[in-house]
């Protein structure tokens, strides 16, 4: 069984500034993907980033960057130049590489922009 | 666009009553799925389907049921809601494209339980 811890149920961080959202993950798996979904306020999951569990380079779209600790089970998800869009919901996620490919969710963080 | 339909979106129904929530893909994926979304406890598999006729249980299951006998539908079916059925439910499929098993999630049906 996989689980997903968020320790953070809200943040807020000034427009233009950077913020990192804290995640970290248990699993017996070897072969797994991790993600970070956002939801804003209109209630659409949006897949932000996602990072292969072999692959040791971390990943980054645009101004979303991870940093993938996986001796830690670690997952953190940094958001720079934060813009007024950005303010959402944010669920860490993990699945295993084959099976049912479900993912298990952390229980959210609430990020506010702040103009 | 990964052509996901969920209906009705909203729906407002009394203790004891029956209801289907009703998931729709329109790309012949195999995987779909059925999450809840509650306030503390971000999302929880209820069921999922591999195929059809083919579904299998998540963490939620109880009080749930599921079907799915064309590839396009997957059905929710509460058989006697309860006020601890009131959540937002989100159908999603598994995009095998994309390698890397991400899900696309449909724009979610919010049920009120009375």
């Known amino acids: 069984a996989q689980t997903v811890t968020q320790s953070q149920p809200e943040m807020s961080v000034q427009e233009a500034e950077t913020v990192t959202l804290s995640c970290t993950y248990d699993?017996?798996?070897?072969?797994?993907?991790l993600f970070w979904y956002k939801q804003p306020p209109s209630r659409q999951m949006i897949l932000v980033i996602r990072?292969?569990?072999?692959?040791?380079q971390n990943a980054t779209e645009n101004r979303f960057s991870v940093n993938f600790q996986k001796a830690a089970k670690s997952f953190s998800l940094k958001i720079s130049d934060s813009q007024l869009g950005d303010t959402a919901m944010y669920f860490c996620?993990?699945?295993?590489?084959?099976?049912?490919?479900?993912?298990?969710f952390g229980k959210g963080t609430k990020l506010s922009v702040i103009p | 666009d990964a052509g996901i339909t969920q209906s009705p979106r909203h729906k407002v129904t009394e203790t004891g009553t029956p209801v289907t929530l009703r998931c729709h893909q329109t790309?012949?994926?195999?995987?779909m799925y059925w999450y809840r979304q509650d306030p503390g406890h971000g999302l929880r598999l209820i069921h999922y389907?591999?195929?059809?006729?083919?579904?299998d249980k998540g963490e939620v299951s109880d009080g749930y049921s599921v079907s799915r006998s064309k590839t396009e539908d997957f059905l929710l079916t509460l058989e006697s809601a309860t006020s601890s059925q009131t959540s937002v439910y989100f159908c999603?499929?598994?995009?095998?494209?994309?390698?890397?098993?991400?899900?696309?999630f449909g724009a979610g049906s919010r049920l009120t339980v009375l």
């Open positions: 999603a499929i598994r995009d095998a494209g994309s390698g890397a098993n991400v899900l696309t």
């Open positions: 990072q292969e569990a072999y692959k040791q």
């Open positions: 790309e012949n994926h195999r995987y």
């Open positions: 996620a993990s699945s295993v590489k084959a099976g049912s490919y479900q993912l298990t």
């Open positions: 389907s591999y195929g059809v006729k083919d579904t």
């Open positions: 699993t017996s798996e070897s072969n797994y993907y």
